[in-house]
């Protein structure tokens, strides 16, 4: 029930292409969903994060696309770069202050120029 | 931007012994957590802490676990007895509206 299932695991994309990340949630209780960006060393990042009552959020080069019925929700990432390189977690959390986050497995980002 | 600072940033200690990971939240923030990531793996929520009482904690943290936050500043976590599986990065965060993660500790037990 508290599960992020994150795929693909790693991905490889041409500078200048879209990077897409997919995630699906089983606990219909959550009702916040963050993508965080993570670089080698670093603590995770919050990049962009959507709530339920909308179907899609950009910003920038970064969309979250939400489908409420199939319990999944995905990044897209536009015109990606090699700084984009870097390992990208979905999450969800009830919106109850100071709530837990969940985090899906992880997704290795290579950009390559 | 401010941040959440931990020290230190890599801790090696033996089997058996206890360690503490310390972190100092964002001054204004009023939610304070652990996480964890074993090497590989995703991230793991260890423990909440609000109004100086721990609000919710995962089934990683038992006994063994502890946190506080004696000074109003600092915000720690006390492992008591290590054992070889605690090795993993532990992130402190702090959250008044948006989360914010430190840079973490990476604890070897050996």
């Known amino acids: 029930q508290q599960q992020v299932k994150q795929s693909p695991q790693s991905l490889i994309v041409q500078k200048g292409g879209i990077s897409i990340i997919n995630c699906a949630y089983e606990n219909t209780a959550f009702d916040y969903f963050p993508w965080y960006q993570q670089f080698p060393g670093k603590g995770p990042a919050l990049l962009i994060a959507?709530?339920?009552?909308?179907s899609e959020k950009k910003e920038g080069r970064f969309t979250i696309s939400f489908n409420k019925s199939a319990k999944q929700f995905s990044l897209h990432i536009m015109d990606s770069q090699p700084g984009d390189s870097a390992t990208y977690f979905c999450?969800?959390?009830?919106?109850?202050?100071?709530?837990?986050?969940?985090f899906g497995e992880g997704t290795q980002l290579t950009v390559n120029p | 931007e401010p941040e959440v600072t931990q020290t230190p940033s890599h801790q090696v200690t033996q089997m058996g012994q206890e360690v503490i990971l310390r972190c100092v939240p964002i001054?204004?923030?009023?939610?304070f957590y652990w996480y964890r990531q074993i090497l590989g793996q995703k991230v793991e929520f260890l423990v909440s802490f609000y109004n100086n009482e721990i609000s919710e904690k995962s089934e990683i943290f038992d006994d063994q676990f502890s946190v506080e936050r004696p000074d109003g500043s600092n915000f720690t976590l006390k492992i008591r007895s290590t054992k070889l599986e605690d090795s993993a990065m532990y992130f402190c965060a702090s959250k008044r509206e948006k989360l914010f993660f430190g840079s973490g500790t990476q604890l070897s037990v050996l």
């Open positions: 999450a969800a959390s009830k919106e109850t202050s100071g709530s837990r986050l969940t």
């Open positions: 001054s204004n923030h009023l939610y």
């Open positions: 959507i709530r339920p009552d909308v």
